[in-house]
Nanobody
Framework: QVQLVESGGGLVQAGGSLRLSCTASGRTFSSGDMGWFRQAPGKERDFVAVINWSGGRTEYADSVKGRFTISRDNAKNMVYLQMNSLKTEDTAVYYC??????????????????WGQGTQVTVSS
């Protein structure tokens, strides 16, 4: 089992920045891919970013590419999402997720095995 807890959400003005953190506990954190997803009210949970076990491979949704950066520190069991140049459309609950698969780099939420409880990000105009 892997337990995930997100933090770092909040209210920020458009153009601002936030850094989300995901603390992982449990077995074998460092071997699987880690992803960030987000869900706006009334919408599906959408892929944001994914990082492989070593941190050497990352992928992003087109909507956040160039503005968001995913990273991980396996020694600390942490995954981060640095969000810059935030837009009102980035407003959502952000979820950290763990995939037991190695190297799949999946954008499909159904392929992730563990989820955090989410952290709210609100971007005001």
């Amino acid at each position: 089992q892997v337990q995930l807890v997100e933090s770092g959400g909040g209210l920020v003005q458009a153009g601002g920045s936030l850094r989300l953190s995901c603390t992982a506990s449990g077995r074998t954190f460092s071997s699987g891919d880690m992803g960030w997803f987000r869900q706006a009210p009334g919408k599906e949970r959408d892929f944001v970013a994914v990082i492989n076990w070593s941190g050497g491979r990352t992928e992003y949704a087109d909507s956040v590419k160039g503005r968001f950066t995913i990273s991980r520190d396996n020694a600390k069991n942490m995954v981060y999402l640095q969000m810059n140049s935030l837009k009102t459309e980035d407003t959502a609950v952000y979820y950290c997720a763990a995939d037991r698969a190695i190297g799949a780099m999946s954008r499909n939420k159904y392929e992730y095995d563990y989820w955090g409880q989410g952290t709210q990000v609100t971007v005001s105009s």
